[in-house]
């Protein structure tokens, strides 16, 4: 294995010993997990807790698929009718909302923080908005032909905004996988 980089069964140990993933084989990670307070150590954090409440539940699913890259998120407990943006980030969750850097971007924007749009769109960074339904529940998936590099993709951020950007109302840590040949 090489230093710094988790493979996708140790990854997914991590977080399960943490009761946050379970891997899948080498093509899939998956991850689980409830909201917690910001303040709390948890993979997944709010920021807002009315329209993301402590014990709302999040799973995010990378499967490496024969044309690319499919990331999938499903959540559950999170304000019905609201119109979520999500983007995979850069790092890790943490306290401080922007803790988790900015959006993964296939193509870096040399400018950073990035807000040129040939960088800033759902070909160039993985966008999985959603509006939650009446019974809180929400999910969207996204595919791309190129896969994560390693160590560069660490959580998903849920958005105040759909698009592009917007205030940071939640996070989940998520262990991606980089894709053979990405």
């Known amino acids: 294995m090489v230093a710094g980089i988790l493979t996708a069964a140790v990854a997914a140990a991590v977080l399960a010993a943490s009761g946050g993933a379970t891997g899948e084989g080498a093509d899939c990670v998956r991850a689980e997990g ?11 954090l709010t920021y807002d807790r009315n329209l993301v409440p402590p ?5 995010v699913t990378q499967r490496h698929e024969k044309g690319g890259t499919r990331v999938t998120l499903r959540v559950r407990g999170v304000e ?3 119109a979520f943006g999500a983007h995979v980030h850069q790092k890790p ?15 870096p924007d040399p400018e950073q923080p990035s807000e040129n ?16 339904q009446r019974d809180g529940s929400g999910q969207a998936s996204a595919v791309h032909s190129w896969g994560f590099r390693p ?9 105040r905004e ?7 109302v939640a996070c989940f840590t998520v262990p991606f996988e980089p894709r053979a040949g990405s």
Do not use: K, M
């Not at 759909?162 to 940071?168: E, L, V």
């Open 151 to 159: 160590g560069a993709a660490s959580s998903v951020v849920l958005h």
């Open 34 to 44: 409830r909201f917690a307070p910001s303040r709390a150590h948890s993979p997944a």
């Open 162 to 168: 759909q698009g592009g950007a917007g205030d940071r």
């Open 117 to 132: 749009p040939a960088y800033v769109n759902p070909d160039n960074e993985v966008w999985l908005d959603f509006t939650a």
């Open 80 to 82: 019905p009718g609201f």
């Open 55 to 59: 014990g709302a539940r999040i799973q």
């Open 93 to 107: 969750c943490g306290v401080d909302p922007a803790a988790a850097g900015g959006h993964y971007q296939h193509h």
